[in-house]
Every structure is written in C-alpha cells, then in structure tokens.
Nanobody, 127 residues
C-alpha cells in the first residue's frame, strides 16, 4: 500500500522559515508527480507546489512564488517544501499528494486529480 508521510509542521512567527518533508516509497517517488496542497479553516484545499518525477520539473502557486521551494532527495525518496518569509495567511494544514503522470504531462493543480494523500501536518504562522 502506497503511503505518504508528512512531517515538519509547527508554530512559527511571521517572517520565519519552516521545512516540510514528505516521505514515500521508491516506486511512488520515481513514477508520480508529488505536490503540496494546503487547506485553511473554512477554505478549499489549494495547490501550493509540485515536482514531476520526470526531470524534476516544478510548479508553484502565485501566492508562494519566490518564498517557497520544492525539491526532492533521490536517496531518501523524500520531497521537501522549504517555506521562507512565512505569513499568517500561510497558516493551514499542509498535505502531500501523489499523481501518476506520463513523462510529458504537466503538473496538475487540481486536487481531484491526485490519487494518494498523506495525513497532513499543521503549519501555524502567528505572532
């Protein structure tokens, strides 16, 4: 059974940095696009960033461009989300998700397209 295990959430102050990790199996890591979504209370789940298994292509939501960075560690089968200059509006539960994509397909931002989800990790940005 494929699993995604997130870690790294917590409580930070505005302007701080935080790194989230998503660990998965070697097969998933090498055949799926992996993405981070987030969901704040009373809001819909939204795409944050994604990385394709093929050549590591990345995609970001406009709201996090220049502040967040998604990367992968091939030895640890882990995807990282480095979050800098955090704002209160970044407060949400962050979810890791996996989508089986052909090598030439773009990363999708629609949550319904993702087949596998982690349990989520809370990120709270507050002074």
């Amino acid at each position: 059974q494929v699993q995604l295990v997130e870690s790294g959430g917590g409580l930070v102050q505005p302007g701080d940095s935080l790194t989230l990790a998503c660990a998965t199996s070697k097969y998933t890591f090498r055949t799926y696009a992996l993405a981070w979504f987030r969901q704040a209370p009373g809001k819909e789940r939204e795409f944050v960033a994604g990385i394709h298994w093929s050549r590591g292509r990345t995609s970001y939501a406009d709201s996090v461009k220049g502040r967040f960075s998604i990367s992968r560690n091939d030895l640890q089968d882990t995807v990282w989300l480095q979050m800098n200059s955090l704002k209160p509006e970044d407060t949400a539960v962050y979810y890791c998700a996996a989508d089986a994509l052909p090598s030439n397909a773009p990363i999708t931002t629609a949550s319904k397209q993702y087949q596998i989800w982690g349990q989520g990790t809370q990120v709270t940005v507050s002074s």
